[in-house]
């Protein structure tokens, strides 16, 4: 499936896939940076933002396959610098393991190579049942607080507004297809520890999501991996620190270089 993406910049080919149940606009601050050295892609996931919205469930695999299909049809040479934030990291892990040959590098933000525990993917399963008769992602708005640690929330409304629009603008459809294929996703921390390109893993230290030990556990499966703690940060590292994120980007990219 072709997806809709933007694209900034020339150079060495860097990817960027968001979280659930954003979209392509969590990137807006690294675009513009990224692109004085490469050339930027970071599409809409199948489901989210203006990519198709096709009948659920959506495998991890599937939407691997799906960025392949657009790069293919872009006309984006490989080998790619692939970098992923939470739903993000788990296609970019889905990659890893399907097309190791096309990845340049990976980079992990604020995400886990484990799978759900049995009672968090029947907690996704329960949500995407409720999406669908509710028939709106309203209800998921209330993830916010998750997302965004409180100190932020507080200071920086304007993100917080960002972050609830992006929810709101995902479909019932889309954002149940996701959270079916989250719940379905195997553990893939053996890819890592088979990984062949160099890694970074990029965390946040408020994040409430995945904690900063599971996300160093990552790191330390690979061979060869930097990781990297965002301070005050919570789970959405390049929209609220997007300074101290885009340095940490930018020196794992100058690296590969």
């Keep these: ?58 495998p991890m695999e599937d939407l691997a396959d799906d960025v392949i299909e657009t790069l293919d049809a872009a006309g984006v040479e490989p080998p790619y610098v692939v970098g992923g934030l939470s739903m993000g990291g788990y296609v970019a892990l889905a990659m890893a393991e399907r097309h190791p040959d096309r990845l340049r590098g990976l980079m992990l933000l604020n995400t886990r190579a484990g799978a759900d525990q049995p009672e968090a993917a029947a907690n996704r399963q329960a949500k995407a049942a409720a999406l669908e008769q509710e028939g709106s992602t309203e209800s998921l708005t209330a993830m916010v607080e998750l997302l965004i640690p409180e100190t932020t929330r507080n200071s920086r409304p304007e993100l917080v507004d960002h972050v609830v629009a992006m929810i709101r603008q995902t479909s019932a459809v889309g954002a149940a297809g996701a959270l079916r294929g989250m719940a379905m ?20 230290a408020s994040d409430a999501i995945v904690p900063e030990p599971e996300a160093r556990a990552m790191a330390e499966a690979a061979h060869h991996a930097d990781f990297i703690v965002i ?12 300074g101290a994120t885009n340095t940490a980007i930018r020196s794992f990219l100058d690296r590969l270089t």
Excluded: C, K
Excluded at 13 to 39: E, K, T, Y
Excluded at 231 to 242: I, Q, R
């Design 1 to 58: 499936m072709r997806l809709s993406f933007d694209e900034q910049g020339t150079g060495p080919a860097v990817v960027l896939l968001h979280g659930f149940p954003l979209d392509r606009s969590m990137w807006s601050s690294q675009l513009g940076i990224l692109s004085n050295h490469h050339r930027v892609i970071a599409p809409d996931l199948r489901g989210h933002g203006q990519s198709p919205t096709p009948p659920g469930p959506y």
């Design 185 to 204: 996703r195997p553990d893939r921390l053996d890819v890592l520890r088979r990984l062949a390109v160099p890694l970074v893993v990029i965390a946040g």
């Design 231 to 242: 301070p005050e940060a919570g789970h959405l590292t390049p929209m609220e620190a997007p």
